[in-house]
């Protein structure tokens, strides 16, 4: 079966940053456009941004300007930097690759 694995999730405080990774498959990573979502307490889950095996990009409007998705195909893998983190950002988030592979979600809590 094959599985995304995510990584890095944590306690930060607010206005803190925090990086997450997601490592997948030789085969699923090097031809898929790679997608992160989140999904915050109580809630459903929501697009944070993307990023296509050429390197183009694309954000949430609540994300942009604080998060950076970026891949590294020799690691196959994925990865977002947050940055100017927010209460709001908590969330339980998770990776996707075209298909409907997804990971099993890392925690954020954003919280003093």
């Known amino acids: 079966q094959v599985q995304l694995v995510e990584s890095g999730g944590g306690l930060v405080q607010p206005g803190g940053s925090l990086t997450l990774s997601c490592a997948a498959p030789?085969?699923?990573?090097?031809?898929?456009?790679m997608r992160w979502y989140r999904r915050p307490p109580g809630e459903e889950r929501e697009f944070v941004a993307l990023?296509?095996?050429?390197?183009?990009?694309n954000y949430a409007d609540s994300v942009k300007g604080r998060f950076t998705i970026s891949r590294d195909n020799r690691k196959n893998t994925m990865y977002l930097q947050m940055n100017s983190l927010k209460p709001e950002d908590t969330a339980v988030y998770y990776c996707n690759a075209v298909g409907g592979y997804w990971g099993k979600g890392t925690l954020v809590t954003v919280s003093s």
């Open positions: 990023i296509s095996s050429g390197g183009s990009t």
């Open positions: 030789t085969s699923i990573f090097s031809i898929n456009t």
